[in-house]
Nanobody, 122 residues
């Protein structure tokens, strides 16, 4: 399974970005997918998850601003980020949950996309 992420960039505070992550193989429909981020000097942080049944969860820091969604026909998961703040600046990674371990823990994800850099700055 390979994950290809895109959509990062530079945006002003209050702006929006949409990240896209496409899975190259596998039965995407059955996987729990997550978006993580890592800011310089910080640990990798779980931002949002999406299950195959459509349920979603978000970190408190992004609730009400970020939306994770998926298109199974395209093997793609999205992260819509609105009302961006400078604290949202980070490398963002999509990842596939392995099905083992705690869903909030990064070691529980067995496939990772390359990071896409999002910079929120005026």
């Amino acid at each position: 399974v390979q994950l290809q992420a895109s959509g990062g960039g530079l945006v002003q505070p209050g702006g929006s970005l949409r990240l896209t992550c496409t899975m190259s193989s596998g039965t995407f429909t059955f996987y729990v997918m997550g978006w993580y981020r890592q800011a310089p000097g910080n640990q990798r942080e779980l931002v949002a998850t999406s299950t195959s049944s459509g349920s979603t969860n978000y970190a408190d820091s992004v609730k009400g601003r970020f939306t994770i969604s998926r298109d199974s026909a395209k093997n793609t998961v999205y992260l819509q980020m609105n009302s961006l703040k400078p604290d949202d600046t980070a490398l963002y990674y999509c990842a596939k949950y392995s099905g083992r371990g705690t869903i909030k823990d990064a070691p529980s994800y067995d496939s990772w996309g390359q990071g896409t850099l999002d910079t929120v700055s005026s």
